[in-house]
């Protein structure tokens, strides 16, 4: 069994910033893609970043955010600089983890993180 847990998400005021990080534990082979959505109250979840080798953004959050990765650890981190009223929402860990070497990839997310960011 996969778990993605992640931590660091919080409260803080526009133009500040937080580091989330998440962790996948469990049943582990090898992970191929780490990345990050969030959802906001009524809106669909949408695509903030991911990692895999390179790594790709959300035309909304470039040059704000940066992701990163450590492969020892198994975990993602996500940090986010000059956030935005607008980047309020429940912000989910995604991996793309393999289980066994014949098993193919499957796709696992987290439980959320909340972000609020006051104006």
């Known amino acids: 069994q996969v778990q993605l847990v992640e931590s660091g998400g919080g409260l803080v005021q526009a133009g500040g910033s937080l580091r989330l990080s998440c962790e996948a534990s469990?049943?582990?082979?090898?992970?191929?893609?780490m990345g990050w959505y969030r959802q906001a109250p009524g809106k669909q979840r949408e695509f903030v970043a991911d990692?895999?080798?390179?790594?790709n953004y959300a035309d909304s959050v470039k040059g704000r955010f940066t992701i990163s990765r450590d492969n020892a650890k198994n975990t993602v981190y996500l940090q986010m600089n000059s956030l935005k009223p607008e980047d309020t929402a429940v912000y989910y860990c995604?991996?793309?983890?393999?289980?066994?070497?014949?098993?193919?990839?499957?796709?696992?997310w987290g439980q959320g993180t909340q972000v609020t960011v006051s104006s």
């Open positions: 995604n991996a793309l983890i393999r289980e066994r070497h014949w098993v193919p990839p499957s796709d696992y």
């Open positions: 990692i895999d080798g390179s790594t």
């Open positions: 469990g049943s582990i082979f090898s992970i191929n893609a």
